[in-house]
């Protein structure tokens, strides 16, 4: 389905009880953060602020559910999208790439009904014309307190190949530093870069194009993972079963953009200018994306539709709205890795607490030894696979979709020392883990069941480390005099089939973890213990979607795994507390986590009664985090 523009999206939302009007005054710094971050926390309803104090209504939260992301892909469940696309590929003949494939459905006549096409004259887009822009007049939020200063955070970037032509659409966060002055935080990895970097080759300036609103769709495909050279309209056009209609931008005729969209903030790239100093941002994992030099785009109009909505979202410890927009790429996206490239995977899900690029689970069909193995490599060397930190393999008798379930099934299935693969390579730019910026550590599992030939000898089978397990009563009060700096276990895991205990331990020199790892598994009721996590004392380890938050963010699985062999099976220890440069040599600084700050807070807590949400969203989840930040602001100060 498609939309004609984004007031029939808000009016199907407000149509199936998914939208709130907020008509009090609401101040896009700050301020609205704090509502839609108590709201997203609870899967809460999509949020149309009219009263912005700018002549522009905000919308946000808006695909911020399941329901809410089918609701704006146009269709009842996402895995119908996958359906479609597998029907699509059955039609190109076998032993094509994916790639391959993609670039032959235009010329499939279905398809090419489909593919976007520039029309003559203005857009709904360009009913009104500014050429001497400001985008102070927008609502653009500042998210959060350390925020680098206001940011637009769901702009779809248009740019071009300068050799070949071809369009890209993509996602990028724009620092607004004066009113036609923003930073463009494109990362190393990304295709707009590599358009940047050609034109610097070429000594010529990039234009550049940003779209904000229109269907929800375009928003959607400016994050999809399409392979390079792949125009994303033509994703966007397959979704919605209607081709996207482009008209030429007014100052930037080189670039077309979207007919229907509700504002066009047109503009270009010197590459010759030196770089802005860029952030900090409040970002997709829960810590703030600390500042660095990125190009400048200057604007040089702003174009939009007279009734435009501006459209934003905020980012920060999950779940917010981004977690159901990674949901979509998930279930979209597995059908063509499955039919071109991992035959013999049956499923795939990336759970939220892992931001996406820390953690994903594959389910296999498993046919012969070390598959697992294959599996791993070939997805780490699949697009934006690559920046997966954490994988791991299961096969077709576990249900990925019950945690416990599958953490037994892990605990079960995996040998630490023969089943946990590490590897090197490079990692999401927001990845604060790793010694060396965008390079760092990986780690597989292999939790399937095993073939015979991939034991190790004298391992004990799974019975009889059941009974190793069963027989695991851990003496806390033992343990707490002989370790002083453990803070609190989490062994409750233990009783539950799953061998994994959780340590919060405040460290204290080089080497410390590793050595109450040791220490703790030479203990006679550590000797059916397969994993340890340490975690720093801040991290409420009774709760373990949080935990596993801040295990995976602050992780760096090569470095900082400790690895035990012994005659019965082995142990593995992960020290994922916060790496300094006096106790572990760590160079590079290290981010805080996101919250509001308490006088926001509290003006929300003061305005709530005013803003028509029910009380169950009124509680702020920052309150729990506040006593948790280290000094220092976005960069922790050094212990």
């Not at 399941?66 to 359906?83: E, H």
């Not at 080189?254 to 860029?278: K, L, M, N, T």
């Not at 990125?294 to 009734?307: E, G, Q, S």
Request: glycine share 6%; charged share 30%; proline share 6%.
């Amino acid at each position: 389905m498609a939309y004609k523009n984004i007031d029939e999206f808000i009016s199907a939302l407000e149509k199936a009880g998914e939208l709130v009007r907020i008509k009090e005054y609401v101040n896009p710094d700050l301020e609205i953060t704090e509502i839609v971050d108590r709201v997203s926390k609870k899967y809460g309803p999509a949020l149309l602020f009219e009263n912005t104090g700018t002549d522009f209504p905000l919308l946000i939260n808006s695909m911020g559910n399941y329901k809410r992301i089918c609701m704006a892909l146009g269709v009842q469940n996402l895995d119908d999208i996958a359906k479609d696309i597998e029907s699509l590929l059955k039609m190109i003949k076998p032993g094509d790439t994916w790639i391959d494939k993609l670039k032959l459905l235009p010329k499939l006549g279905k398809i090419a009904s489909w593919m976007p096409k520039v029309k003559k004259g203005k857009g709904e887009c360009q009913e009104v014309i500014i050429t001497e822009p400001d985008l102070f007049k927008l609502p653009i939020m500042k998210c959060w307190p350390e925020d680098g200063g206001k940011f637009i955070t769901l702009p779809v970037v248009h740019t071009k190949d300068p050799d070949t032509g071809i369009r890209n659409i993509g996602m990028y966060r724009m620092q607004v530093f004066e009113k036609n002055l923003t930073g463009m935080h494109w990362h190393l990895h990304k295709v707009s870069a590599r358009h940047f970097r050609r034109y610097k080759e070429l000594g010529k300036k990039m234009p550049v194009a940003v779209a904000i609103g229109g269907d929800p769709v375009y928003t959607y495909a400016a994050t999809a993972p399409m392979p390079d050279n792949m125009d994303e309209y033509m994703l966007a056009g397959f979704i919605r079963k209607k081709r996207v209609e482009l008209v030429k931008c007014i100052t930037q005729p080189e670039i077309e953009v979207p007919a229907d969209a509700d504002f066009i903030i047109e503009g270009y790239v010197d590459p010759s200018e030196d770089f802005i100093w860029e952030g900090p941002f409040g970002d997709h994992t829960g810590y703030y994306s600390l500042a660095d030099w990125y190009p400048k785009f200057h604007v040089t109009a702003i174009t939009h539709r007279k009734k435009a909505v501006y459209c934003s979202t905020i980012v920060g410890i999950p779940p917010q709205e981004d977690a159901w927009i990674g949901k979509a790429t998930e279930r979209i996206f597995v059908a063509p890795i499955k039919m071109t490239m991992v035959p013999e995977i049956i499923d795939m899900t990336l759970p939220i607490e892992g931001v996406f690029h820390n953690m994903a689970i594959i389910k296999i069909k498993k046919e012969y030894p070390a598959q697992a193995q294959k599996v791993m490599n070939t997805l780490w060397g699949a697009g934006q696979m690559m920046f997966t930190k954490m994988m791991i393999v299961v096969d077709e008798h576990c249900d990925i979709y019950d945690t416990k379930a599958l953490a037994k099934y892990v605990s079960e299935n995996t040998d630490p020392f023969q089943d946990i693969i590490f590897a090197q390579g490079p990692v999401d730019v927001l990845d604060h883990s790793c010694s060396k910026p965008n390079f760092g550590g990986k780690m597989g599992i292999d939790a399937t069941k095993k073939f015979e030939v991939e034991r190790r000898e004298n391992v004990p089978t799974l019975n009889n480390w059941q009974k190793l397990q069963a027989s695991a009563a851990l003496r806390i009060i033992d343990i707490r005099n002989q370790f002083p700096e453990i803070t609190e276990i989490n062994d409750s895991l233990l009783s539950m089939g799953i061998s994994l205990i959780f340590v919060s331990i405040k460290k204290e020199r080089k080497n410390h973890v590793k050595e109450v790892a040791e220490k703790l598994f030479a203990r006679e009721d550590f000797k059916g213990v397969k994993c340890l996590c340490f975690v720093d004392p801040d991290v409420d380890i009774m709760q373990i979607p949080e935990t596993v938050w801040r295990f995976s963010n602050n992780l760096d699985p090569k470095r900082d795994a400790v690895l035990i062999s012994d005659a019965d099976f082995g142990q593995i220890a992960f020290d994922a507390t916060r790496k300094t440069l006096s106790i572990d040599g760590f160079k590079r600084d290290w981010p805080n986590i996101v919250t509001s700050d308490k006088e926001t807070i509290e003006k929300i807590d003061s305005l709530w009664n005013k803003l028509g949400l029910p009380d169950k969203y009124k509680e702020s989840p920052s309150r729990k985090f506040l006593p948790k930040l280290y000094e220092g602001g976005a960069v922790a100060k050094e212990k």
